[in-house]
């Protein structure tokens, strides 16, 4: 069974401030790996994406992620966060090969204060 | 990216009534569509998968015939909530899945629905 588990549960950070968001997985084959973000009062959106090729993934607004097969990581990043970036972020895995479910980790609210 | 809708957005209810959520991909063909719950501070739990043209799977603990789910085209799964009790208040979120010819499997979200039953 795969598992994704997200450390930090709620991150405060100052605009300007740096990010990143650490994300493991568990699963035994190959991986598609996502972070969707939540804004308040609004849907899951997907930020990003790691399918195949370059591990290091750029998304949308600033954000990037690498895969990091060895580590079973897949850690959001940001160099300036803005007040704008207030959410919820979910990282989540598809084991790849048939239709899987996705696994979703357990979310991390940031707060950006300006 | 591809639009996901969902309908009604928000919905309150009696006891002992049934409610239908729609979940649509406005933009794509969906095989497969997800029904979600979502708790407060929680993270979504899946409750079933739904596959167009045959029965839904459903999630260890989720009750069935309380949660009816019909995938009826291609761009179209329902879910119904029978005999809505306050305990079934939460925030349903469906998704539907796209899959990509060399981008892989991408699911995405509804803007989910809030109920409330009384």
């Known amino acids: 069974a795969q598992s994704v588990s997200q450390h930090n549960h709620h991150v405060i950070l100052s605009e300007a401030a740096s990010l990143e968001l650490g994300c493991n997985y568990s699963y035994g084959g190959t991986v598609n790996l996502f972070w969707y973000v939540q804004y308040p009062g609004q849907h899951l959106q997907l930020l990003l994406k790691y399918f195949s090729g370059d591990p290091l993934v750029k998304g949308i607004k600033g954000f990037e992620a690498e895969f990091i097969k060895s580590k079973f990581s897949f850690n959001l990043r940001k160099p300036s966060v803005q007040w704008s970036d207030t959410a919820e972020y979910f990282c989540?895995?598809?084991?790849?090969?048939?239709?899987?479910?996705?696994?979703f980790g357990i979310g991390t609210k940031l707060q950006v204060i300006p | 990216g591809a639009v996901v809708s969902q309908h009604p957005s928000w919905v309150i209810c009696k006891s002992g009534t049934s409610v239908k959520i729609e979940c649509r991909s406005l933009?794509?063909?969906?095989?497969?569509m997800f029904w979600y719950r979502q708790f407060p501070k929680q993270s979504l739990m899946l409750m079933a998968t739904s596959n167009e043209g045959s029965k839904a799977t459903y999630e260890q603990g989720v009750e069935k015939d309380k949660f009816l789910i019909n995938h009826a085209s291609l761009t179209l799964s329902t879910l119904t909530v029978t005999s809505a009790h306050p305990e079934d208040s939460s925030f349903y979120i469906c998704?539907?899945?796209?899959?990509?010819?060399?981008?892989?499997?991408?699911?995405?979200f509804g803007p989910g629905t809030r109920l409330t039953v009384l």
């Open positions: 933009d794509f063909q969906a095989t497969t």
């Open positions: 998704s539907a899945r796209f899959r990509g010819q060399n981008t892989g499997d991408t699911q995405y």
């Open positions: 989540a895995v598809i084991g790849s090969g048939g239709y899987q479910k996705v696994t």
